[in-house]
């Protein structure tokens, strides 16, 4: 009997969103364009590059691929000996190859002359460009960068070790520091018992002679576990003390690092985190006996600065992708971004990614101009803490909505915003969770009032107009927190809101700023997206931050 031929199948596959690659990552972003456009001619066409890799597909394969083939402890090798390296996937190795030619872990320190004035904010748009391929490997890239300033309070360890962590070569091999083209630096501070309260801390160092101590103990989180050297803090007999502890001697020997595991993290999954043992670690006094707290604060810092810039941007890649998944899909026969209710979730999502943005380098300018101006110095002291918190505090929920926005296509791991989503929370809890952040800006608040004074006459100059009303109330909510602590995430966020309505409003952000000022100044209590009104175009904002790519 002869079979009649089946059916040919349709395999076509129609009204998916094709990937988002192949466009620039700075060029299409107007809002970090004006920001930087007082940037030299070399600054901006290295910003170009990084914006064309970050959307590039082969970019995108190597985050993918990062995350996917996870970091894996090797605690002894074949021989029984101990071993403690964590191996990675060549595409974490490519991926801090290419960072660390960009200059993300040294760039602030140098001493070219197409940055100067500018260094924290050209790095500020390279840092958060990057954030927007991914997160994982930043870590090291930041503690690296920020442990500089720490090693400040020992010029002579700052000489010696300066030069070889700023010569913008990746160096992966597990050697001695000595023998290594380029370094990187990590961290060790919070243990099991203490967490936040570094005071706590019980891990042990012993006088060894001249400036160098033994270190005993252990530590609960800490990153990067192949940095070559961290800053470690330890009780000496005059309380915590900072201290740099090699990974390996000169000998390339272990210097008493035992790996315990690596942590089975939500996200941030690209970057290896650990618990460690040390047994008798050689390690070297950075800053003053019992300084070990005042010692790391301009570290914290810095890494606070870096926390806000990635979360900025991945809640900038997380709405990309939203708005590219809009302007292609076609929903009960209309396509997705030309439904009312659709443009008001976006253009209300859009707001706060501009905020955040705008606020993040808005900080960045701080520090670089802090030498020279008392308010922008009054700025970094008082609005660091408030920009880490409300930057990194609504990174994971807006994350979330431009998930939605895509439904079931942004649940599955194949898409981006899993990933961006798993690693949304990360940058709030890292460098001092919500509470330690308002309690910082409540210790600010009752030792250097003059510090808001400054901070409040640069709000009011910026926003111009109905400025005053703003104002009072932020004087308001301070009076109230001194009398009680418990409201002092009301003061932060509010302190956050005004601030980045000031940024938008400076740089002449128009519709944008307005629509920010009457929803997050002058609006209800929101809970959700999509509470803009009909007076605000909505599309207008849409098309302005997230311009159609041809």
């Known amino acids: ?20 690659s192949g466009g620039n990552a700075w060029r299409s972003d107007s809002l970090v364009m004006q920001l930087a456009q007082d940037f030299s001619e070399a600054a901006r066409k290295d910003i170009d590059q990084i ?24 605690t002894y090798d074949r021989q029984g000996r101990r071993a403690d390296q964590v191996e990675f996937h060549p595409a974490y190795h490519a ?3 290419r960072s660390i030619a960009n200059g993300l872990h040294s760039s602030i320190w140098e001493n070219g002359e197409a ?5 924290h904010q050209v790095r500020a748009v390279r840092f958060f460009l990057t954030a927007q391929l991914e997160d994982g490997h930043l870590c090291p890239l930041t503690m690296t960068s920020a442990s500089l300033a720490a090693l400040m309070a020992s010029p002579k360890l700052f000489r010696e070790w300066a030069p070889r962590v700023t010569t913008r070569k990746y160096d992966q091999s597990n050697r001695a520091p000595v023998d290594k083209t380029g370094l990187t630096l990590g961290m060790g501070m919070t243990e099991k018992q203490g967490g936040t309260d570094v005071r706590a801390n019980t891990t042990r160092a012993e006088r060894a002679g001249n400036n160098f101590y033994r270190i005993t103990g252990h530590k609960w989180f800490m990153s990067a576990p192949m940095s070559d050297a961290f800053l470690v803090l330890a009780q000496a007999q005059e309380g915590p003390s900072c201290f740099l502890v090699p990974r390996m001697l000169g000998d390339g020997k272990s210097n008493g690092f035992e790996f315990q595991r690596l942590k089975d993290k939500l996200g941030n999954r690209s970057n290896a985190s650990s618990e460690v043992e040390f047994d008798n670690a050689l390690g070297e006094l950075v800053g003053e006996p019992g300084g070990g707290v005042k010692t790391i604060m301009d570290m914290v810092t810095l890494t606070r600065l870096d ?60 520090f670089d101009e802090a030498a020279d101006d008392r308010g922008e110095a009054s700025f970094a002291r008082a609005m660091t803490p408030v920009v880490k918190y409300w930057v990194c505090k609504i990174a994971p929920g807006l994350t979330y909505e431009a998930m939605e926005c895509l439904g079931g296509n942004g649940y599955v791991e194949e898409a981006p915003l899993a990933r961006i ?21 409540l210790r600010v608040l009752k030792r250097g009032p003059a510090l808001f004074d400054e901070v409040l006459a640069g709000i009011e100059r910026d926003m111009g107009e109905g400025s005053r009303g703003t104002t009072g ?63 605000h175009d ?5 098309d302005t931050l997230y311009p159609p790519i041809d």
């Open 95 to 97: 991926l801090m190859r």
């Open 1 to 20: 009997m002869r079979r009649e031929p089946e059916a040919h199948l349709n395999h076509d596959v129609t009204n998916q969103t094709p990937p988002l």
């Open 538 to 542: 909505s599309r207008a904002i849409v």
């Open 307 to 366: 926390c806000a810039l990635g979360s900025a941007g991945m809640m900038r890649a997380a709405l990309s992708e939203a708005v590219h998944h809009a302007r292609h899909r076609r929903v009960f026969g209309e396509v997705l971004i030309d439904q009312p209710l659709m443009q008001r979730v976006l253009a209300d999502m859009a707001l706060d990614v501009a905020a955040a943005t705008a606020l993040s380098i808005r900080l960045a300018r701080a």
């Open 51 to 74: 914006g064309k890799f970050v959307l590039s597909a082969e970019a995108q394969d190597l985050a993918r691929l990062a995350n996917t083939e996870t970091p894996k402890l090797r």
């Open 421 to 441: 989503y798993r690693e949304a929370p990360v940058n709030a809890i890292w460098e001092g969770s919500g509470n330690v952040m308002a309690l910082d800006v």
């Open 473 to 535: 109330v932020l004087r308001a909510a301070m009076n109230v927190a001194l009398e009680d602590e418990g409201s002092a995430r009301i003061l932060t966020e509010q302190l956050a809101l005004s601030a980045a309505a000031a940024e938008l409003r400076r740089i002449g952000a128009g519709r944008i700023a307005d629509a920010f000022i009457e929803t997050r100044l002058a609006g209800q209590w929101r809970t959700t997206y999509g509470m803009l009104d009909g007076r």
């Open 115 to 119: 940055e100067t004035g500018k260094r």
